[in-house]
């Protein structure tokens, strides 16, 4: 059985930072694109970042761009996000998926096959 779960959000003040993880469990985490999304209130699931099986490719949304950082242990089974320097706007849940055996780093949320259940991150102003 496949299980993402989501760890580490919180509430910080605008500027923070906050580091976001996913462990996995009952995949081949390795064999994984990993990504993550984020979904505010009222608004559509959106992509955050995503990155390659082995870490040697990343991809952005130009909204977190230089702000945000996506590594991975696959020994740990585990992704990350490092969010810098928050904005009130990155308020959101966030989620991180999975997309099996991709060579693309896509930024559709219905190409990945498996979801977390979200962590909260509200920034405030």
């Known amino acids: 059985q496949v299980q993402l779960v989501e760890s580490g959000g919180g509430l910080v003040q605008a500027g923070g930072s906050l580091r976001v993880s996913c462990a996995a469990s009952g995949l081949i985490f390795s064999a994984y694109v990993m990504g993550w999304f984020r979904q505010a209130p009222g608004k559509e699931r959106e992509f955050v970042a995503s990155?390659?099986?082995?870490?040697?490719?990343?991809s952005y949304a130009d909204s977190v761009k230089g702000r945000f950082t996506i590594s991975r242990d696959n020994v740990k089974k585990t992704v990350y996000l490092q969010m810098n320097s928050l904005k009130p706007e990155d308020t959101a849940v966030f989620y991180c998926?999975?997309?099996?055996?991709?060579?693309?780093?896509?930024?559709?949320?219905?190409?990945?096959?498996?979801w977390g259940q979200g962590t909260q991150v509200t920034v405030s102003s």
């Open positions: 990155i390659s099986w082995n870490g040697d490719r990343t």
């Open positions: 998926g999975g997309i099996f055996d991709s060579g693309v780093l896509t930024t559709q949320k219905n190409s990945y096959q498996y």
